[in-house]
């Protein structure tokens, strides 16, 4: 297949410094191998999309010198694709409704007898309280959180699950189940503000655009694990990864969206060149 890959940015507020970094390398390394940069607009989070944000995303990409190939995905008017991969994970027996709030979850890990609340890649690792309260039975339970069963979930897959890293840490990366089931817990599949979820979606998008190396910051690492299961789940290829160094301040702190100092716009209005920011982010 033809090497292939994408930048996704969320227009949820500026690009950084960051995201140039990310953009350019995939952009470079998608040149270098005679391949296809793709875009995609990650903006299912409707509270928090903007098309302000989108409409400085290609400005900034434009301006670094970084195109794509058309058409630019946005996820927003993908929705279809989620709901039916939602529906094969429900159909499978996998998935099951979550009716607690933030503040349940917190409680519930906080009792002295479930020891120290773990954190796995979206933050608390759900304690399991509503795993077996509802039934599973029907068609997918509209307007509702979805978690994946993720026992139940592995032990369907019943294979073993790795990845190849291409990045810093090269190599082969086996997921172990039960280390698995340990450090990501039940994670939510479908949001019910939104109906999908991030790693859903990305999961359903990534395969759909034939992506062959998904390349991105090392703060997403722990979630291609939660991308490499769905992907055995929904029968989809995975592709390579690459997770690459975060930028960061001078004080060593990753950058972030509301960083305002270091936005690609900022340096754009104070007369920096793009060279100039190749040479800031060390490419
Ligand atoms: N939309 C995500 C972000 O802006 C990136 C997701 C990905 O590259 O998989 O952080």
New binding site residues.
């Given amino acids: 297949m033809n090497y292939t890959t ?5 227009p ?1 507020g500026p690009l950084h410094l960051g ?1 140039a970094y ?1 953009a350019l390398l995939s952009f470079n390394r998608a040149k270098k191998k005679e391949g296809a940069f793709l875009l ?1 607009i ?1 903006d299912i989070d409707q509270s928090r999309a903007r098309a302000g944000w989108e409409a400085t995303i290609y400005e900034d990409l434009n301006w670094l010198g970084v195109s794509w190939v058309n058409p630019i995905l946005r996820q927003s008017n993908n929705l279809k694709n989620y709901t039916k991969a939602i529906s094969q994970l429900w159909n499978l027996g996998l998935l099951y409704k979550c009716d607690c709030s933030r503040r349940d979850i917190t409680e519930a890990v906080q009792a002295p007898q479930e020891g120290y609340p773990l954190q796995g890649p979206d933050g608390v690792i759900y304690p399991g309280t509503c795993r077996n309260k509802h039934p599973r039975q029907g068609s997918v339970p509209p307007i509702a959180n979805l978690r994946l069963d993720l026992k139940k979930a592995l032990d369907w897959i019943d294979d073993p699950l790795y990845y190849e890293e291409t990045g810093q840490a090269f190599g082969t990366v086996t997921i172990g189940n039960t280390q698995s089931i340990n450090t990501i817990g039940d994670i939510v599949i479908a949001r019910r503000d939104m109906g999908t979820s ?1 790693h859903l979606s ?1 999961v359903v998008d ?1 395969a759909a655009q034939n992506i062959t190396e ?4 090392e ?2 690492a722990d ?1 291609t694990r939660i ?1 490499v299961i769905l992907q055995a789940l929904l029968n989809l290829k995975t592709p390579v990864y690459h997770h690459h160094h975060l930028i960061r301040d001078a004080t060593g702190k990753r950058l972030a969206k509301r960083d305002d100092a270091r936005s690609i716009a900022t340096y754009r209005v104070k007369g920096a060149t793009p060279a100039d920011i190749k040479v800031l982010i060390g490419l």
């Fill in positions: 994408r930048f996704a940015p969320s949820t995201h990310s995609r990650e991030y990305v990534d998904v390349i991105r910051g703060d997403l979630a991308h």
